[in-house]
């Protein structure tokens, strides 16, 4: 079985708001949130952990943060990173976009994640090759859309099928 980790900020993993806009990297065993719709869909995988980040401490300490996150990826093994979704919550794809372009150029692997197009993380990480943006909803009222659809690449990814460009 393939192993995935899942990143999401602490909204999403049912931290808090606002109010917990420094919310420092953690690392949770299994999956969290979006995680559980994100895990019904995948075929032949398992999400083994849960990274959980502020976007605030992604966007403001991204050293730090990534840092921290590569010191809780240290010594696991992993097939694919899942990333949100996102929507158009642009601290949130900023966020979830520089994990997957860190995490595909440190650990060569896959890297999906999910924004709405107007979400300023599609520009600013759409010319990372690597890094699969799929095409997701403005609000989290179609999570379970746009899980579903990175739960599908995810799948063709880990299947080693090929992938062709939209």
């Known amino acids: ?98 994990m997957c372009k860190h995490v595909s150029e440190q650990y060569k692997v896959p890297v999906v994640t999910s924004m709405n197009p107007e979400n300023p993380g599609v520009d600013a990480y759409r010319e990372v090759l690597s890094v699969y943006i799929m095409k997701g909803n403005k609000s989290a009222a179609k999570m379970r859309t746009d899980a579903k659809e990175m739960a599908k690449l995810a799948n063709k990814l880990l299947a080693g099928k090929e992938i062709l460009w939209a």
Do not use: W
């Open 1 to 98: 079985m393939k192993k995935v980790i899942l990143y999401i900020n602490q909204f999403f993993a049912c931290v808090g708001g606002e109010d917990q806009a420094d919310y420092e990297p953690v690392i949770l065993e299994g999956p969290v949130g979006p995680g559980t719709m994100l895990q019904s869909e995948l075929e032949d995988a398992c999400i083994t952990h849960t990274i959980v980040c502020e976007d605030n401490f992604m966007n403001s300490h991204r050293e730090g943060a990534i840092r921290r996150i590569d010191g809780f990826l240290e010594g696991k093994s992993f097939d694919l990173l899942l990333a949100g979704p996102a929507f158009q919550s642009g601290r949130y794809g900023m966020s979830c976009g520089e």
